[in-house]
């Protein structure tokens, strides 16, 4: 009965671990030593119980380990499958948050151009344009100072700011053109494009500006041709873009004011004599003596005959 007894244990060991093959053999060795030490008791149906008992539950047990790997396959293919859909939508978040990104930028530039807009949409003069952008500037623009080249007549006109203890830009000096601006001058006139170049790479060895190493610029255009230069003092290298942003606002507002100055001077100049014409004459006239009676000051006016002007 220990020889049926073993070779059973193999048998139910076999099927528990799923070798068929093994379970089949110890199966066979328990049929045959029950057969060969329990031979008397195959006459009595308790006998045949026994061994249809002994032959059969390590089967069982196969099938039922069988099942369980099925399932656990099963299971596996299932959880392979979801960790696939996993990784697609994964895959599609970040490029939803990739294209959110762009959309973001894309706003921040829009709301950029808007603020640029706003703000220098009602200068109808040079100082009025640069000191309306030296209120938006701030919120864009992490510079040291900002200069404005108009080039719009024959000797370039500049004028500059530079940023203040409480962050804002304030109005300096706007005296004659510097060699550096002459420089950038030159080298937007020649390349159409936003750079930016140290102070020594553009003095070319010469004088350089106090406290400031590197200047950024970005030109201003009018039916294809530079009316002016936006110079930003020590701007950060990824800020340029912005900087070309501001200053392609700045030339639709360049290009209004040149215009406005235009029919302003042709609405208080004489086309054949360059002079200005009597209503311009009157109010200058009469803010000229307010200005005398509000100081104190004489007042002289001076009518001189032209013969033949005609």
């Known amino acids: 009965m220990m020889m049926v007894m073993l070779c059973w244990t193999l048998a139910m060991i076999s099927g528990l671990i799923w070798a068929r093959w093994w379970t089949g053999v110890f199966t066979t060795a328990t049929l045959i030593a029950f057969c060969w030490t329990q031979a008397a008791t195959m006459a009595l149906w308790t006998g045949w119980l026994q061994l249809g008992t002994l032959c059969i539950t390590p089967w069982l047990l196969a099938a039922q380990q069988g099942r369980e790997d099925r399932l656990l396959r099963r299971l596996h293919a299932e959880e392979a499958g979801q960790m696939a859909q996993l990784s697609d939508a994964a895959r599609t978040l970040l490029s939803l948050q990739t294209t959110a990104q762009h959309m973001e930028t894309r706003i921040t530039k829009i709301t950029d151009v808007y603020h640029v807009t706003k703000e220098t949409t009602r200068a109808l003069h040079l100082a009025e344009l640069f000191a309306a952008s030296l209120e938006v500037a701030p919120r864009l623009l992490d510079t040291r100072g900002l200069r404005l080249i108009d080039l719009s007549k024959d000797t370039p006109h500049v004028l500059r700011a530079t940023r203040a203890a409480d962050g804002r830009l304030v109005t300096t000096d706007t005296n004659h053109i510097l060699e550096i601006e002459q420089a950038i001058v030159r080298q937007t006139v020649a390349s159409g494009q936003s750079a930016s170049a140290t102070t020594q790479e553009l003095s070319g060895g010469g004088a350089t500006l106090e406290g400031i190493c590197r200047l950024s610029w970005a030109p201003l255009w009018r039916e294809q041709k530079p009316i002016g230069v936006l110079v930003a003092d020590e701007l950060p290298e990824h800020q340029l873009q912005t900087l070309s ?32 014409v009597r209503s311009h004459f009157m109010e200058r006239a009469r803010d000229e003596l307010l200005r005398c009676q509000r100081h104190g000051l004489s007042c002289v006016l001076l009518m001189v005959d032209l013969d033949r002007f005609k």
């Open 245 to 276: 942003i501001v200053a392609n606002q700045l030339s639709l507002q360049l290009s209004r004011i040149h215009l406005y100055q235009q029919v302003e001077a042709l609405a208080i100049t004489d086309a054949l004599t360059g002079l200005f």
